[in-house]
């Protein structure tokens, strides 16, 4: 038995290239014996098929709103409500926005609207959609009303761009399905504090330091945390992510201002440092554009930004109980995760290699080694996301251990 046997879950699929791998997650979902209604929207119908849908969940498939025959075997009011989850893949740009403003012109919104029960959705669109305002707002709005996200991904598109907006693939939407589902609330009464994604160093009104940190690892933490119940504060960076939903989020661009909005959510007990903070900053900010000097580029005065990761693990009594930082590394990998954990102070660094080729910036998986006062311990290539839940486990764990035992 799993943790799906027997729940119920509506599947809307919307339309979008990304469409094809919702075949995919249906068989996985009946694999570990959740039953699958699917409603497939107009849009979804050019790229699957109703027969397909219908095949792998042995269910009939809904997609006509004013259907006499519909209505009286189960109407939209019914089919919204007749489910333990609703989840939405992909979820397009259009109903994205319908949800957010309560329209209600096809089955698929109509549903929607009408559901009493908790939403997951997996955006797919083009990057340029995906980082329009609007979307961002309409994110937003969503997430505020308690609707979870998993995704999207970063790369290749269909139409021939690339960056964010690539549908999650079946094994995160189904990992986000059993989360939403698994009953395990140890970090109950706990409090948790996680940072994320890059940080901005300003050079002048226009131009910045930063690097690739997506924020994602970072994020599914804070998601994983709180799953488990832990009170949870992430303080991010810019990110094209959106804010998870039941957690107080602080949005900072520098060093400085990550590291005040830390200080500021103290105590907690557990402080996950996830976020890829700028090493340098310039010494002074440029209130004008820089200009080309005769062609000659400006010199830079850098200097170091505060570290965060020693500063929470040196915070005397009001120092987390646990302190957990990350080492992202292009080569020796566990042996300078290993100098950082002793000149930090801190009680666990998670290493992982982001060379060129990994894919680990910006990217949906990780390979971590996790070193402790006792050594290492390789995790096999994982998503983000699985990342976060077997940290948050071990998290758990370690807290469930009195403090001073000789526990881990």
């Not at 140890?186 to 504090?193: D, E, I, K, Q, Y």
């Not at 005397?316 to 954990?341: C, D, M, Q, Y």
Request: charged letters at 20%.
């Amino acid at each position: 038995m799993t943790v799906l046997a027997g729940k119920r879950i509506l599947l809307v699929v919307s339309g979008g290239i990304a469409a094809y791998k919702t075949l995919e997650l249906i068989r996985r979902l009946r694999e570990r014996a959740a039953s699958v209604r699917c409603v497939l929207t107009a849009g979804g119908a050019q790229f699957v098929t109703p027969l397909s849908l219908a095949a792998l969940s042995e269910q009939k498939v809904h997609s006509e709103l004013f259907s006499l025959i519909e209505e009286s075997e189960m109407g939209h009011i019914r089919l919204s409500r007749e489910a333990d989850l609703v989840v939405v893949a992909p979820a397009s740009a259009d109903l994205l926005a319908k949800m957010a403003h309560g329209r209600a012109d096809d089955l698929a919104s109509t549903v929607l609207l009408a559901t009493d029960k908790s939403i997951l959705v997996a955006p797919a669109m083009n990057v340029r959609m995906w980082e329009h305002a609007a979307t961002q707002a309409n994110l937003k709005t969503l997430a505020e009303r308690g609707v979870r996200v998993v995704g999207p991904n970063e790369g290749d598109m269909a139409c021939g761009e690339y960056g964010m907006g690539r549908m999650a693939e079946a094994d995160q939407i189904l990992a986000a399905i059993e989360g939403f589902f698994a009953v395990d609330a140890r970090l109950s009464g706990r409090r948790a504090l996680v940072t994320s994604g890059p940080t901005y160093e300003a050079i002048d009104p226009v131009r910045y330091l930063a690097n690739r940190s997506s924020g994602r690892q970072g994020h599914a933490v804070a998601q994983a945390l709180a799953r488990l119940g832990a009170e949870t504060t992430l303080v991010t960076g810019p990110s094209h992510l959106a804010d998870p939903a039941g957690i107080e989020v602080v949005h900072i661009e520098s060093a400085a201002e990550m590291l005040n909005a830390c200080r500021e959510a103290l105590p907690v007990d557990v402080a996950v440092c996830a976020a890829a903070v700028s090493d340098w900053r310039v010494a002074e900010v440029s209130a004008q554009k820089l200009k080309k000097n005769g062609g000659a580029p400006p010199s830079l005065d850098l200097v170091t930004n505060p570290d965060i990761l020693a500063s929470l693990a040196g915070a005397g009594n009001a120092r987390p109980r646990l302190v957990i930082g990350f080492a992202a590394e292009t080569e020796n990998v566990i042996e300078h995760a290993r100098s950082k954990l002793e000149a930090k102070g801190c009680d666990w660094i998670l290493a992982n290699d982001v060379s060129p080729g990994t894919g680990t910036f910006g990217g949906a998986e990780n390979t971590i080694h996790l070193i402790d006062g006792s050594g290492a311990s390789a995790w096999a290539r994982m998503t983000k996301e699985a990342v976060a839940e077997k940290l948050a486990e071990r998290i758990a764990d370690h807290l469930e251990t009195p403090a001073g035992s000789g526990g881990e």
